[in-house]
Each structure stands twice: as structure tokens, then as C-alpha cells.
């Protein structure tokens, strides 16, 4: 799916900019990796419920800190090796 793709890249590259222009002010921008989530789109077999992947971004942005300004980050599921907090490479 190129087009999703293609969006997910530029959004990736939007959060950049507005850490790096909004830095000043005191603002925190990231982007969050939600886990592989059971929707239409990750189908049955996925990890996690919607609702634990929901849980695991808010839990992540309500303790956000400066140093995680333009980064990615993992979220953190208790007993996952796949989902412990951390930042993932561009």
C-alpha cells in the first residue's frame, strides 16, 4: 500500500519539525508506535486489543518528557518483549 505508505513517511517527518520549531516553547511532539492492534486493518491475529493499544499511547503521552521531543517511540505492555518502552529508529 504505497499511498499509506507514503503518508505514514511525511507524518513521520511533520512530528520532526514540529519538535524541532516548537522546542523553544516547551512543547513535546512524538510520534507513538500504538502496537499491532486487532481492527479491520490488523486483522484477528494481531497482539493487541484496541483498547490496550489505546491505554499504552495514553499512558505514553500523559508522562512524556522533553527528551523524548522528535522521537519515536515504542509504548510499553507489562510481560512484552515486542512492546517495552523505547525509542525506534527512524
Not at 52 to 66: K, L, N
Not at 70 to 75: E, L, T, W
Not at 76 to 86: K, L, N, Q
Amino acid at each position: 500500500m504505497p499511498a499509506y505508505k507514503i503518508s505514514k513517511a511525511a507524518l513521520n517527518a511533520l512530528t520532526v519539525q514540529y519538535a524541532l520549531s516548537y522546542t523553544d516553547e516547551g512543547f513535546t511532539f512524538m510520534a507513538i508506535h500504538p502496537g499491532w492492534l486487532r481492527t479491520d486493518m490488523g486483522g484477528q491475529d494481531a497482539d493487541l486489543s484496541v483498547e490496550e493499544g489505546a491505554t499504552a499511547v495514553w499512558e505514553m503521552v500523559s508522562s512524556c518528557i522533553q527528551t523524548q521531543n522528535g522521537q519515536f517511540m515504542n509504548i510499553h505492555i507489562p510481560g512484552s518483549e515486542r512492546y517495552t518502552v523505547g525509542i525506534i529508529p527512524w
